[in-house]
Nanobody, 116 residues
Framework: QVQLVESGGGLVQPGGSLRLSCAAS????????MGWYRQAPGKQRELVAI???????TYGDSVKGRFTISRDNAKKTVYLQMNRLKPEDTAVYYC??????????WGQGTQVTVSS
């Protein structure tokens, strides 16, 4: 079992920045990817960014060039630096991890609202 706890969401004006954090606990030695998804009201959950143990990131098209994912394996934590935020980035952001053996874990979600 892997437990994920997100932090760092909130309200920000368009053009602003936020940094999300997600700390993993439990059976963390089996994790090979960590990342972020988001879900806006009335829309499907979509990929924001994921990163493997070796540090190679993959980004969703809508956030490329604005968001940066990073990972601290020693702290078992993944970060999402979000810059030049837009109103369409408003969503609940979920932390995700995937472990060897096919186990996918999700955090409880953190709200990000971009509004003036």
């Amino acid at each position: 079992q892997v437990q994920l706890v997100e932090s760092g969401g909130g309200l920000v004006q368009p053009g602003g920045s936020l940094r999300l954090s997600c700390a993993a606990s439990g059976s963390t030695s089996s994790i090979f990817t960590m990342g972020w998804y988001r879900q806006a009201p009335g829309k499907q959950r979509e990929l924001v960014a994921i990163i493997g143990t070796g540090g190679s990131p993959t980004y969703g098209d809508s956030v490329k060039g604005r968001f940066t994912i990073s990972r601290d394996n020693a702290k078992k934590t993944v970060y999402l630096q979000m810059n030049r935020l837009k109103p369409e980035d408003t969503a609940v952001y979920y932390c995700n991890s995937n472990s060897w053996g096919g186990l996918a874990s999700w955090g409880q979600g953190t709200q990000v609202t971009v509004s003036s």
